[in-house]
């Protein structure tokens, strides 16, 4: 029988709250480095991707250089009395129209300084062209309802991050896309969090997707997560597609499957994904079930559905 793994990057609260019940029964444990993105790289056997920034990796799907390549997320922050928070609904989604508006623009306003914007799924947008020196960044995902000032870049290259965040936030400030989303109740986007770029593990000239290998065959993948497309892209094989439920996922029965829920992060992740994915493996049509959250990974086999006991979940409050 097959497995299924099941990644929810972007859980906000009262959904973390629901989930605290069914996975009671889950052998938990912590996923090392607390990233989804190597450990999943790492259990497929791709273990140069697994170290490589994951923006680099996500720039083969989306047609940039890697070289250079950033995430750069739109998100939404709040300046409280004495320091700025990300809201629990701070990691934005934007329309198609809006992804194009400010890409054109960005490019009107930045192309001259050789950086360039381009829609990159559920992460917003790929950032093009900005070379710095060493810096560590960390996923937005990890921020929300959080104080983001222990979140924000650190190191040598901290500085041109930030100084290019600045920038960023002072022309989303007014642009015409931020007018719209307020006139119609819409938050608007404070800036693009720039994150998961950096010094390549080698030469530019060898970054590009036909220097990775992917050395064991890939699963079935669903998700509309760039980097997962450009893991998938360097084992040749395509995404199935991106699933806003369980039910829209195929999970075949001698077929592993792995998804990353991105999209609908307010919905209902208790019964779109968990109850129907306990349910399979109670009907063993799946042999485990792997759900990861954050930096903790979640097991279940069937013997784990029959435990009279459960273990209290609780979720750690971000900085």
């Known amino acids: 029988m097959s497995e299924l793994v099941l990644i929810l990057p972007v859980v906000p609260g009262e959904a973390r709250a629901a989930l605290a019940l069914p996975l009671a029964r889950a052998r938990a444990s912590r996923i090392a480095g607390g990233d989804w993105r190597a450990w999943l790289a790492q259990r497929l056997g791709a273990t140069d991707l697994a170290r490589e920034p994951p923006a680099h990796v996500a720039a083969a799907a989306v047609g940039v250089p890697a070289d250079g390549a950033w995430f750069a997320t739109p998100v939404a922050l709040?300046?409280?009395?004495?320091?700025?928070?990300?809201?629990?609904?701070?990691?934005?989604?934007?329309?198609?129209?809006e992804t194009h508006e400010l890409a054109t623009r960005f490019a009107d306003l930045f192309g001259d300084s050789g950086l360039g914007l381009a829609p990159a799924g559920a992460e917003g947008f790929l950032l093009s062209g900005l070379i710095a020196d060493p810096v560590r960044t960390h996923d937005p995902a990890r921020l929300l309802a959080a104080d983001v000032g222990p979140w924000l870049a650190a190191g040598r290259g901290a500085g041109t991050l930030r100084r290019l965040g600045t920038e960023i936030e002072m022309w989303l400030y007014e642009h015409p896309v931020n007018r719209a989303r307020q006139r119609r109740g819409a938050v608007p986007v404070s800036t693009l969090w720039l994150w998961g770029?950096?010094?390549?593990?080698?030469?530019?000239?060898?970054?590009?997707?036909?220097?990775?290998?992917?050395r064991a065959a890939l699963p079935r993948g669903y998700g509309g997560d760039s980097w997962l497309r450009g893991l998938w892209q360097a084992g040749g094989r395509p995404i199935e597609g991106d699933a806003a439920t369980l039910t829209q996922v195929e999970v075949a029965p001698r077929t592993d499957t792995v998804v990353v829920v991105r999209r609908g992060v307010d919905a209902d992740v208790v019964g779109h994904w968990c109850e129907p994915a306990l349910a399979l493996l109670a009907a063993r049509r799946i042999k485990t079930l792997q759900l990861v959250i954050d930096d903790r990974l979640f097991r279940f086999t069937r013997f784990d559905l029959l435990k009279p006991w459960r273990r209290k979940v609780s979720w750690e409050v971000p900085a």
């Open 197 to 214: 770029g950096g010094e390549p593990l080698r030469a530019a000239a060898q970054t590009a997707a036909p220097g990775y290998a992917v």
């Open 78 to 97: 709040i300046a409280a009395l004495d320091h700025v928070r990300m809201p629990a609904t701070g990691w934005l989604t934007l329309a198609e129209d």
